[in-house]
């Protein structure tokens, strides 16, 4: 017989991000718990809103089903003495698993002859095990951050004022801390009329209960009369809410009876930048922007409530109020910034202290300024720098892109120029009004400052891009100048901060730079640039210099491995498996885009009928080369047998077409081709004793195998593939 469970910690209003984290983690403990308990299940719904986290399981067993185990007992040589009475180890393990000697059966194994217990293990009721369950449940550390409250020694994300735990229709017994679980819920805190207990006598009717007493508990229907709401409120204005899948989730768990409401905003507030405006609106307020079917900013806002006002006129009023100081706010910042041009605000950077260790802002600039060019250089994009050529010499009037005629300049120089131009003005706008009001624009700003200052379109497109992707997955730079100067920039705060120290550990990431080595391997990716990272970190570890604590060949070698990590997990998140992606990154990785290559066509050679063959041996080259020195030098007078003779002949033959498509980049090809030697290895080391006891011989069929593993050793260890 099965029965529902319902179990719902009740607290104090909690940040919008932590509950869908947190239900999914309470979801998978439940069912994990069960699961090991042997406590069968149909199903776990989680649902929950910013005070309450709610775990509906349907049909919860009643009880853990009996078992049979069978436990091994010693060896039938070691259970009795020569005239077959029971030895002490026998006695010992009968009375320990509450057995007869004589209802222990013998069983043969591949070890021996064994003696087994069987033993009949009564399943408990689950009333009996839920308690435990639930406790560990809420015991469980589910949040970055947690909380104590009054003299008790619990925590939680937020203070807990009740906890409902019913199973069937009877309250499940148990205590956190001095909560005790009951059959109780409460309502909304201004809407449901009271502040009574909501008794819940089952799970059917937990979320009728509390719809009716204006909560609504699940967040999918939260979020159907929001995105509802939204479409109507911006209809009747005559426009369409501007998309922003983010800010709908967020308010989705900001709220547990939602109420759409639509307010205005006065037409001059237009005059301002579209972001400035939608910003201001979303990041301080959670409020939607309205667009009319062009697109354009419309003077309303909608904002979701959590509660239906006597009078909502009111409610609208005061969040007009509000938006209308915000908007002031960034109007005066605004026309107070363009007052002075983007170039300009470089020099304030010196006054921004960009970490202690590391210097300034304006030296941070002046750093990735130079490897932007350095990296501009090397994907042949852009001329390599001048002799004398400084960064700060790209944020004069004199090597402004849009002082040189587009037409007429050489490629190159244009190229440099727009590269040293966005690099030396992409954090100018962090000594901006706007930006210090509001943060979130950074890089927005700097390139909207940088059009009206006269900037080239290049410019002011490189100063926005060079700040994504800004989250894991993000939008990436679609311009080539946004794309290198964001990769210079990322790359010099990865560097800078494990050479001073500051390498993240499981815990912290301060400076966030996991989310910044797993952008800068997206946009190489996405752009296909053939810039080892190998050489760009020397050249970022060469511009910091003296700010290094560290020793460079120490530093280079700990971002390297940082890097190697982050490409792995991103590999293995494509659901390419752990094997190739290990092979290739045993091998020289560093040209990213060729490695990535590499790993795709040795996922298809794995297909290959040859491959696993092939992969035995290799594995065996391997060990056998292990901590062994061996020369390139091979005597064929010293060939005593013609499978010697056989595998040097084919690795001859193979390794000029092996080098052909290794340059083109041909890596089917060159798994194909390998696997052509299936045949000459497997009779080499059918016949061939390579640790011949002469030592000549044995040292020559060494450097044969030495070989043989060149053929494939910068392409892939294929010893590590486990086909």
């Not at 309502?187 to 059917?204: K, N, Y």
């Not at 922003?244 to 709220?255: F, K, P, Q």
């Not at 304030?348 to 501009?376: C, D, M, N, P, W």
């Amino acid at each position: 017989m099965s029965k529902d469970l319902i179990f719902e910690i009740g607290t104090e209003e909690m940040p919008a991000g932590f509950v869908p984290k947190a239900l999914g983690s309470l979801e998978a403990f439940l069912k994990k718990s069960l699961d090991s308990r042997k406590i069968s299940y149909e199903a776990v719904l989680s649902v929950g809103t910013p005070r309450r986290l709610t775990l509906i399981a349907s049909g919860v067993a009643d009880r853990q089903p009996d078992a049979k185990i069978e436990v091994r007992g010693p060896q039938v040589k070691a259970a009795f003495d020569e005239k077959g009475n029971p030895s002490g180890a026998l006695i010992g393990f009968a009375k320990a698993q509450g057995v007869a000697i004589d209802a222990l059966k013998r069983v043969k194994t591949d070890k021996g002859e064994y003696l087994y217990a069987t033993k009949e293990i009564k399943g408990e009721d689950a009333e009996k095990i839920l308690p435990g369950i639930l406790l560990d449940v809420v015991n469980r550390d589910f949040f970055a951050k947690a909380m104590r409250w009054g003299a008790y020694d619990i925590s939680f994300a937020r203070p807990i004022h009740w906890i409902l735990a019913v199973y069937g229709v009877r309250a499940v017994d148990f205590s956190f801390g001095h909560i005790k679980a009951g059959n109780a819920t409460y309502g909304h805190r201004f809407l449901s009329g009271t502040t009574r207990p909501i008794e819940v006598g089952s799970a059917d009717a937990y979320i009728k209960k509390l719809r009716d007493a204006h909560v609504i508990v699940d967040p999918a229907e939260r979020r159907s009369i929001i995105e509802e709401g939204l479409r109507d409120e911006a209809g009747k204005a005559g426009g369409r809410v501007l998309q922003d899948e983010g800010l709908v989730e967020e308010v989705t768990y900001l709220v547990e009876y939602p109420v759409v409401l639509r307010g205005s905003f006065s037409e001059e507030f237009l005059t301002l930048p579209r972001d400035v405006i939608v910003n201001a609106m979303r990041e301080h307020q959670r409020y939607f922007s309205i667009v009319n079917r062009n697109g354009a900013l419309m003077p309303y806002f909608l904002t979701v409530a959590n509660t239906r006002a006597t009078d909502m006129d009111v409610v609208r009023k005061g969040n007009e109020r509000v938006l209308r100081a915000r908007l002031n706010d960034a109007k005066f910042y605004y026309e107070q910034d363009i007052k002075k041009r983007l170039v300009d605000r470089t020099d304030a950077l010196k006054g921004v202290v960009f970490q202690a260790k590391l210097g300034t802002s304006y030296e941070k600039v002046e750093r990735f300024a130079s490897l932007a060019l350095h990296i501009g250089a090397r994907l042949g994009f852009s001329r390599a720098v001048d002799a004398g050529e400084r960064p700060a010499d790209f944020a004069t009037d004199a090597l402004n892109p849009a002082s040189l005629d587009r037409s007429n300049a050489d490629p190159g120089l244009y190229a440099k120029c727009v590269l040293g131009r966005a690099a030396m003005l992409a954090k100018a706008d962090l000594t901006s009004g706007m930006v210090g009001e509001f943060p979130k624009l950074q890089g927005v700003m700097g390139s909207i400052y940088a059009r009206r200052s006269g900037e080239v379109d290049e410019v002011s497109t490189a100063i926005y891009e060079h700040y994504l992707p800004s989250a894991s997955g993000g939008a990436l730079p679609v311009s080539i100048p946004g794309a290198i100067v964001s990769i210079a920039d990322k790359l010099d705060t990865i560097t800078g901060c494990f050479g001073v120290g500051l390498i993240p550990t499981g815990a912290q990431d301060q400076y966030a730079l996991r989310r910044q080595a797993l952008g800068i391997i997206a946009i190489i990716l996405d752009k296909g640039f053939r810039a080892p990272i190998d050489g760009l970190v020397e050249a970022a570890l060469a511009f910091l210099g003296k700010k290094l604590l560290k020793g460079r060949e120490e530093t280079k070698e700990a971002v390297l491995e940082f890097f190697k990590e982050r490409l792995k997990n991103q590999l293995l998140s494509q659901d390419l498996s752990f094997d190739s992606i290990d092979a290739v990154l045993s091998a020289p990785w560093f040209d990213i885009v060729d490695a990535v290559k590499r790993v795709k066509a040795l996922e298809d050679f794995k297909k290959n009928p040859a491959c696993a063959s092939l992969v035995i041996a290799f594995k065996r080259v391997s060990n056998i080369l292990k901590g062994v020195s061996v020369t390139d030098k091979i005597d064929e007078s010293l060939f005593s047998l013609p499978e010697e003779a056989s595998l040097y002949d084919t690795e001859k033959e193979i390794a000029p077409k092996i080098e052909g498509y290794w340059q083109k980049g041909d890596y089917e090809a060159v798994f194909s081709t390998l696997a052509s030697i299936k045949g000459d290895i497997d009779a080499f080391f059918d016949k061939v004793m390579v640790m011949a006891e002469d030592e000549g011989v044995r040292n020559n069929r060494l450097s044969l195998l030495s070989k043989l593993r060149g053929l494939y050793w910068r392409i892939a260890d294929l010893s590590r593939l486990t086909v």
